[in-house]
């Protein structure tokens, strides 16, 4: 059973030599949410999300409970999903402020596991420049696919949105 953690943790080390520098980009007053895939056999541990430049000193902002349930702290969100071996974790209302080291990880007796991405948000759209709605509006702005590995390791998929009110 030691030996999945030790696989599981290899991936992402190796991993590490594409990713550490991973930024992803969200837009002021959206919605950004990233996706973790995880290898199978990591469904019942705890996932969370923490803020920080350091591993040792991140502060975790949210966590699963082992199971698929969605968990809200604020404006931050997790939820696993066992059949699709990935958690995602949504930032509600991007401020400058967001701007930061985040940590994606699966806590594991011992020290956990995860791997660091930089989110940077950018200024909102202005809502001149596109066609007048009714009323709040959500529009998907980008898509990307980031630090994909092999079938066993880790891929991370990014979605960001952006509001805006006329």
């Not at 992803?24 to 996706?35: D, E, F, K, P, Q």
């Not at 400058?96 to 956990?112: K, L, M, S």
Request: charged content about 20%; overall charge negative; some cysteine.
């Amino acid at each position: 059973m030691w030996l999945l953690p030790v696989l599981f943790l290899l991936v992402i080390q190796g991993h590490f030599s594409t990713c550490q520098e991973s930024m992803v980009r969200g837009t002021a007053i959206g919605t950004l949410t990233v996706s973790c895939e995880y290898s199978p056999g990591w469904e019942f541990y705890k996932k969370w999300l923490c803020r920080g430049k350091n591993w040792s000193s991140c502060k975790i902002l949210v966590k699963t409970t082992g199971s698929e349930q969605l968990v809200k702290k604020g404006r931050v969100s997790i939820q696993d999903n066992h059949s699709r071996h990935m958690f995602t974790v949504t930032l509600e209302d991007l401020w400058y402020d967001d701007e930061d080291t985040y940590w994606c990880g699966i806590e594991q007796t011992g020290t956990d596991i995860g791997f660091k991405f930089s989110v940077i948000v950018d200024p909102a759209p202005d809502p001149t420049d596109s066609p007048k709605p009714e009323a709040l509006m959500q529009q998907k702005v980008e898509s990307v696919d980031l630090c994909t590995a092999g079938p066993s390791g880790i891929f991370v998929h990014v979605d960001t949105f952006w509001n805006f009110l006329v």
